[in-house]
């Protein structure tokens, strides 16, 4: 029977440091990840408040849903120019066009999951954030 040899070690520190650095690029991946999923939780939910602001103090109630609509897609380009519209949508309800009605503005969006479906197996890909904000209308002078 052969006798091993453990006094040479060449290699072990190469395959130690494969290993180690391979979990800790999944770990900066997950974070780097999460911290966009806030990010873009943040963006959504201040552009949700950013349209329901415009449109409950636009002078023309009729067009406040297009003012809305508009406060919410000037709002993310401005902080984001580069995002997918294609990923983003807006639900912008109006009860009426007297003082004291609402406007609820409701964004959301799917943010992309780096490595497909490794980080986050049950979310098919993306991660949908979502944002609603309800104001009332003002009176104008």
Known sequence: MAKLNFKSEKGS???EFS???LIFLIIFAAIVQFGYILLAN??????SFEGARAGSITPDPENAVDVATNAVDDYIVKVLPGWDSGRMSKDISITGITPEDTITVSVSYDVP??????????SGGSFTVGGESTMTLT???
């Open 139 to 141: 009176e104008k002078p």
């Open 113 to 122: 999951v780096m490595f497909g479906n490794a980080l986050f197996p049950s």
């Open 42 to 47: 943040n963006i959504v939910e201040t552009a």
């Open 13 to 15: 520190t190469i395959i």
């Open 19 to 21: 290993l180690t650095i």
